[in-house]
């Protein structure tokens, strides 16, 4: 399995999809349309950060985790409960 894309790449390719309609917007004057993309950015960074922690916990290696490894089960349902805020 080919490791994880770099938790920052991931988070400028949000960032820069975002810039482009926010530029887009600002360019037609478009100041309910900046204030929704700025919103819904603020909101997908987030539940982005919280998914690659998820990610992170469960590529953690058992050695470090003191043997046990990570809890997919426990992953899993905590996704499923940030699925449900969106």
């Given at each position: ?10 988070l400028d390719n ?38 690659l922690d998820v ?32």
């Amino acid at each position: 399995m080919p490791p994880p894309r770099p938790r920052q790449k991931i988070l400028d390719n949000l960032e820069s999809i975002y810039r482009e309609a926010y530029d887009r917007a600002s360019a037609a004057g478009d100041q309910v349309r900046m204030a929704d993309l700025d919103a819904a950015y603020q909101r997908e960074q987030l539940l982005l950060e919280v998914l690659l922690d998820v990610r992170d916990a469960l590529t953690v290696p058992a050695a470090t985790s003191g043997g046990a490894g990570a809890d997919p089960m426990s992953a899993l349902e905590t996704i499923h409960r940030i699925a449900k805020l969106r």
